[in-house]
């Protein structure tokens, strides 16, 4: 196509070009039209925060899981039903605390243990955070409302392998006591990404 | 490469658009854009490194004011076309309209020839390799010296796997490095850990 041509001929909306490619796939027998929609429920309705809130939940009432999910993410997460892509080979938990803030991004695409904190967000995508969350994180912190003290250390983690990683947030005390579904139910997405604490 | 997608450090971006329980989703379309690509991969049209890559390619004016999900449908048109299971023609004339695609491809490169295995606590450097094709080493980290902390299981290398050149899997390391290290004198304190994989380290001196 020539540049004269592209002035008179529009850009087809991203609506019209993913329906052109499914179309195109459907009619070189790739079949997508069938196989698109269990994708869509899947990412819709399983690959939700709601997989590692439950995960935070166990490991602050059982110590033992605790352990074993620090050790082996992938392994421990399997013994709640939650599994992972074949290419995510590893599942890193990092355990904030009182003096240790982990926040995971990634800064040149934005991978994420999807089927275990859900798909990110849409800021997390962005051009802002993923430029700015690994040179100046404490103030990328604080514009994003969670203002640290100076004496909590930092660690951000760029997801640039197919390592996975996920926050393990620190237990609000006045939870304490708790029934696991109960704790759950207040572990939101951000805090297991490390933007927020509970 | 050197390309418009490696930002982490990059200055001049305002603050980040945040809002308590952000969406993942904004339109149907994009719900379907990322199934048709996992599709994809899930059928072995393509791995991950190469839709990577693919996104990486865009021209840098289409990336930055392309959406996530826009970047995901070029990389998998690019690839659909690449891997001639349809035309450029077919699509564009499906879609009733222009569809941009993801710049050619550059040579890709197998493991470096020396690999060290490393242990937690090792001090490394990243190599100053500069490449044309894929890579998963940031830019900010190039040349600079960190501390390794554990070691992953092995993955395809990405500078070989998304251009379809054999090569041996290896592990990456979980790197440590200060904030103040990477960016002297410009940079808050932090930790910041990346996952480098074995080829782009060596033993520092």
Same mark, same amino acid.
């Given at each position: ?16 070009? /993913? ?36 995960? /935070? ?5 059982? *110590? ?17 039903? !939650?599994?992972? *892509? ?47 969350? /690994? ?14 003290? *100076?004496?909590?250390? !930092? ?44 | ?71 995901? +449908? ?5 690839? +659909? ?125």
């Amino acid at each position: 196509m020539s540049n004269r041509d592209s002035v008179v001929y529009p850009t087809a909306t991203p609506q019209q070009r /993913v329906a052109a490619i499914q179309a195109a796939l459907d009619a070189h027998g790739i079949n997508a039209s069938e196989a698109v929609e269990e994708l869509d429920h899947l990412a819709q309705e399983r690959w939700v925060p709601h997989n590692g809130a439950r995960v /935070v939940a166990k490991a602050w009432t059982d *110590p033992a899981f605790r352990t074993r999910l620090l050790a082996n993410g992938c392994a421990a997460v399997a013994e709640l039903g !939650i599994t992972m *892509p074949k290419h995510h080979r590893h599942l890193v938990v990092l355990e904030n605390t009182a003096t240790v803030q982990n926040v995971i991004c990634c800064t040149q695409c934005s991978c994420t243990a999807f089927t275990v904190i859900g798909l990110p967000p849409d800021w997390y995508k962005d051009l802002e955070y993923r430029s700015r969350v /690994v040179r100046e994180s404490r103030t990328v912190l604080k514009e994003m409302g969670l203002d640290l003290p *100076p004496e909590v250390e !930092i660690r951000v983690w760029d997801t640039t392998a197919d390592t996975r990683y996920m926050v393990l947030p620190v237990q609000p005390p006045q939870t304490f006591g708790w029934p696991e579904e109960k704790l759950a139910e207040i572990v939101t997405r951000d805090s297991m990404i490390g933007v927020s604490r509970l | 490469m050197d390309g418009m997608h490696d930002l982490g450090g990059k200055q001049g971006f305002g603050p980040v658009r945040y809002t308590e329980d952000a969406p993942a989703f904004h339109a149907e379309w994009e719900v379907r854009a990322n199934s048709l690509y996992v599709l994809a991969v899930r059928r072995g049209i393509f791995n991950m490194d190469e839709y990577r890559h693919a996104i990486e390619r865009m021209e840098p004016r289409h990336y930055l004011t392309a959406t996530y999900y826009e970047r995901s +449908l070029t990389s998998l048109a690019t690839l +659909l076309i690449e891997k001639k299971i349809v035309s450029h023609a077919e699509l564009e004339q499906r879609a009733g309209g222009r569809f941009p695609l993801a710049a050619p491809s550059a040579p890709g490169r197998t493991n470096a020839a020396e690999r060290e295995r490393f242990e937690p606590g090792d001090r490394v450097r990243v190599r100053d390799d500069y490449v044309p094709g894929h890579v998963r080493m940031p830019g900010y980290i190039r040349g600079k010296t960190g501390v390794v902390v554990s070691e992953s299981p092995t993955y395809p290398f990405p500078d070989a796997h998304a251009h379809a050149i054999a090569a041996e899997d290896e592990p990456t390391y979980d790197v440590r490095f200060r904030a103040e290290d990477l960016w002297p004198n410009s940079a808050e304190a932090a930790l910041v850990h990346v996952g480098v994989f074995q080829s782009y380290l060596e033993r520092a001196r």
